[in-house]
Structure formats: C-alpha cells, structure tokens
C-alpha cells in the first residue's frame, strides 16, 4: 500500500487551474463548473441507484475467533471457540455465530486484509475514508477528520435522492466520519439518538412546540426575501456562514418532508420485525439503516462500540457481542433478501483492524491490524466467497493482501464512482479519490 503524500501530477493540474482555464477554456469557467464536470466524469449514472450500509464495529472485532478461526493452533492462539459449517460448503464461522452462519451465501470474507497502523484513531480514519492520516495531501497532519469519509464523498459525487439526506450515521458520528474539505454539503446528517431508546426520536426533525409546519414555510420564505436583500453581504460571506445555510436548509427540508419522517420513524416496524433485529443499539440501528436506504439515503453508517478486547475477550463475545451481532447481521442480510433490495445495498462489516492471534495475561486479545478479515456483501458482490488467506495463526497475510485504499476503489466502483478519479480541495488542489487503490475483482 502507498502512502504517498502527493499527488503526482498536482503540479501540472495545478497550472491548469491558475492559467489554462482563462487562455484555454474561457475565464467565465469556475471552480464550481470545474467541480460540476468532475461529478459528472466520474458518475456511471446506470450504477447510482445502489446504497452502502457500513457496520463500523468500533474497537476492533477479534476476525480469529470469528470468521477466521484457527482450530489447529495452539491453545494460546485458538482460544475455546469452536469452528461451525455454514450454508457454503467449504466456510466455517464461530459457534457463536449460527444465525450467521445460514446466511453465508449472501456475503463474503476478505480473510487477508491488511494495514500497518494498530492505533484506534489512525486506524479509524483509515479505514472510513481510504486514506491513512499520514498520507495527508497538505503534508500536515492534525486530529480527526484530515480526508473525506467514504459517506461523504458518496453524498459528494451523487448527491441526495429528494429530501432525504445522502449520508446518516448513527447512533452518533465517528469523529472520521465526517466531509472534511468537501465543506457542509458532504457533512452527515447525524442522529444522535439511539434507536433502541424507548421514546426515541430524532432531534433535528422536531420542530419547536410552538411553531407548526406552515409557519415554518412561511419563515423560509421570509428568509429568502432577507437572502435576495443581502445578495451582495453574501457573495463575501466566509466557508462558515455558508455552511449555516446549508445545515438550515437542511434542516427545514426534514423538518417539512413526509418521505424524511417516515423513513426516520421506526415505530413503524412491526413488533416482531424489531425483535428480529434485536432490542439493542445494534439491532435497531441495522433495523433503521435499512429503512434509511430503503427511502432513499445513499450511505448509512452504523458506529457500534465496544469490541476493543483487550480483557476477558471470549467471555465478552459471547454473552454480549457476539449474541446481537448474530442476531442483527443475520436479519439484516435476511430482511434486504426478502425486499428485494440487497443487489442494490452494500453491506460492509468491519472494525478498524482485528485482535492478536496471542491471548494475553487478561484472557483478552489487543491491537492487530497485520491480518483481519472483512465481511462485505450485497449490490454487486458475489456471496459466500472466501478472498485471501492468513497465514496459520492469522499473524499476516499468506496470499493476496488487501487494504483499506482497496475496499474503498471496491465500493466507489459498484456505486458507479470512477475509483480513479478525484476531488478538488476548496483551493482547487486535485486529490485523488482513493490512493492508489485496487478493484478487488475476485469479489465481483
């Protein structure tokens, strides 16, 4: 994988920014237009109709003693759970995972996936957006979000479906899973509410007590007639201020729209529908994102907490992990078959690495990301597939190594984004929409 800190003919588009569009192309032509004609480059429009959902399991789930399990190695290495045959002849998951392992057919297991960085917070951002912290394309490096998340260059590209907004996460946002220099269109729409919760709702729906959906209209149109007076205050406005227009566009807009309350509103599931998925933040929350990309939303991202393992892991998979993400993953799959819509849904299952293939002192597993497995199913994916194998404790790779940089070139390709493309910074730099990454094709 290559952390390469420049784009290596930024110099030269760069150039053409400055002085090729005034001598060649005309000097009415702006960034904006520049930044209209790359979407437009860069968009297979027969491919927009499909959806991603990413179930980031914040923490790092142990893959060893999940969808990678090694039952010849030594004790210290295999654990105490055992290997079970799914509905694929030839894949085997953990015991603990049964509900899963009759829906093996709908998803797949890169089991040699690879990076070098086993910090939670590096390791997030590398694995939300592509691109490692230190593959920065200013050179610098700060905290959080330095590069656009996968959800946000998604809502970038192909934009909202109507009111709904392209990109959610829940129950909260990563602190990586936000636009970065894609600027406030890009931005997430964010929940901040559990959907488990009972009496859950969404707060930025909820218009204030006194104030009625017509009265609202009648502000907007208001704040329009304010908008047209200060034309020219506005032309001079700073990034912020336009980005508050945005965000109170955007929050009118749900506020108002039948389609945004009825996908939000997941009391409408029937009783038996919500115990499927599990009672649970997990549970409800794959429950909502699939009503979110069934209304319309082009990328949910479901951040689930606590896998990082480091004490007593076996016992904390199997009395708490391991039972809702059984229950949850395995209807997720079920639920989208059954409406017809997995070939058009991306379903991504990861943490930002695995576990040690060593049990520590603490019965507990810590930092590993030399070898893990990622499960991805669903639009375009080829189901119940194993890509790549690790070594005989899962320590790296044996064959076919793949990265972060080639899950998200994976993705962009099925949802029609040129993975070779790029993005322009709000100063026009040209970067590039994954670094380097590859297509991997044996999953398609």
């Not at 760069?14 to 005034?22: I, M, P, T």
Request: neutral net charge; aromatic residues 6%.
């Amino acid at each position: 994988m290559n952390l390469r800190d420049t784009y290596c003919d930024g110099l030269a588009r760069r150039d053409f920014l400055r002085v090729g569009v005034a001598g060649g192309l005309g000097a009415s032509l702006t960034l904006a237009d520049l930044l209209r004609a790359d979407k437009a480059h860069d968009v297979d429009q027969s491919k927009t109709d499909v959806s991603f959902i990413y179930v980031f399991l914040k923490g790092g789930m142990s893959t060893i003693d999940t969808f990678d399990m090694k039952p010849d190695s030594p004790s210290d290495i295999r654990g105490p759970f055992n290997p079970i045959s799914t509905n694929v002849p030839g894949i085997h998951v953990c015991d603990q995972l049964p509900m899963v392992a009759k829906v093996m057919d709908k998803f797949s297991l890169i089991r040699s996936f690879t990076h070098l960085d086993a910090g939670h917070g590096p390791a997030d951002h590398y694995m939300l957006t592509g691109y490692h912290p230190g593959a920065s394309f200013n050179g610098s490096l700060k905290p959080n979000n330095l590069h656009p998340s996968l959800g946000s260059v998604i809502a970038h590209k192909l934009g909202p479906r109507g009111p709904i907004p392209p990109y959610v996460c829940l129950p909260g946002m990563h602190n990586s899973g936000s636009s970065a220099y894609l600027g406030a269109a890009a931005v997430p729409f964010t929940i901040e509410a559990d959907p488990a919760s009972p009496g859950f709702a969404v707060p930025d729906m909820q218009p204030p007590l006194a104030l009625g959906a017509q009265r609202l209209e009648d502000r907007r149109a208001l704040l329009s007639r304010v908008d047209r007076f200060q034309k020219s205050a506005e032309a001079r406005a700073n990034a912020d201020t336009r980005a508050l227009s945005v965000f109170s566009q955007r929050a009118v807009d749900l506020m108002t729209a039948p389609a945004a309350k009825k996908a939000f509103d997941i009391d409408a599931e029937t009783p038996k529908m919500r115990d499927a998925y599990g009672r649970n933040s997990l549970g409800q929350s794959c429950l909502m994102a699939r009503r979110l990309v069934e209304a319309g939303v082009r990328c949910v991202t479901v951040d689930h907490t606590n896998w990082d393992t480091h004490t007593e892991n076996f016992k904390t998979l199997k009395e708490d992990l391991l039972p809702k993400f059984d229950r949850a993953i395995s209807t997720l799959f079920r639920d989208l078959t059954d409406r017809g819509m997995l070939k058009k849904t991306i379903v991504i299952l990861t943490g930002e690495f695995g576990r040690t293939p060593r049990i520590n002192k603490e019965a507990g597993r810590d930092h590993w990301s030399r070898c893990f497995t990622v499960a991805l199913g669903g639009g375009g994916i080829q189901g119940g597939r194993t890509v790549g194998t690790s070594d005989s404790w899962a320590q790296d790779p044996a064959d076919n190594p793949y990265g972060p940089e080639d899950m998200a070139a994976t993705l962009y390709h099925l949802l029609g984004i040129n993975p070779f493309g790029e993005m322009r910074t709000p100063e026009g730099r040209p970067v590039m929409l994954t670094n380097n990454g590859r297509v991997i094709k044996e999953l398609l």
